[in-house]
């Protein structure tokens, strides 16, 4: 049967003399096609922020309830929505987050047209675009200082630059690696180093 004639059994004419009726009327609503299905459920997985572009199963279920009125499996001879979705590997690729527990709410569903896209689809747009890393200014890297000379005051050096990652690591507009190659280039291979023959020589790139 093909979608017209579906649509036109499900629609009952209205005259305009009809009682206006204090309840919606029913109109028996038509499924939508699987095709319809097929570009909703592939929309669905466009707007996940996910990496590698993986939607979520039951999110995609939610967005198809949300957009069809009706929406069952089973008009589409599956039990299931992951059924369905298996049914064409030639558009979408599941994978099980979890192996040993295959359940619902471990299943995620890529594109398989598309290649694998760290950053997902959709880009969110509520966060401003990341500066990329830089080295410490002056300032900052008298800061650094400070709270070395501080630690050290009453910690031994152990050989390392720990101390000197771990205040690069909590400031993440500063590179982590950048900084730490430029401080061993100006003779600083441990946190007492950075003290003894770094100061002084950092200068503002
Ligand atoms: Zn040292």
Request: charge should be positive; include cysteine; aromatic fraction near 6%.
């Amino acid at each position: 049967m093909s979608d017209t004639i579906k649509q036109s059994l499900g629609v009952r004419e209205i005259c305009m003399n009809d009682p206006i009726p204090e309840m919606p009327i029913s109109v028996s609503p038509t499924p939508p096609s699987e095709a319809e299905v097929l570009d909703a459920i592939e929309q669905s997985v466009r707007r996940t922020t996910k990496a590698y572009g993986y939607q979520h199963l039951s999110t995609i279920g939610t967005h198809l309830r949300a957009q069809f009125s009706v929406f069952s499996p089973s008009d589409y001879g599956c039990k299931t929505l992951l059924q369905l979705i298996e049914r064409h590997p030639d558009r979408f690729k599941v994978k099980w987050s979890a192996p040993a527990h295959k359940g619902r709410s471990h299943v995620w569903i890529r594109l398989a047209g598309e290649p694998k896209r760290k950053e997902g689809y959709s880009s969110k747009p509520t966060l401003p675009p990341k500066l990329k890393p830089r080295l410490m200014t002056v300032r900052e890297f008298n800061r650094l200082c400070e709270s070395l000379g501080e630690w050290l005051e009453a910690h031994q050096c152990d050989g390392s630059l720990r101390k000197t990652r771990q205040w690069l690591r909590r400031r993440d507009f500063l590179s982590l690696e950048g900084n730490t190659k430029l401080i061993k280039q100006l003779g600083g291979h441990c946190d007492c180093e950075v003290l003894m023959n770094v100061i002084e020589k950092w200068s503002e790139v």
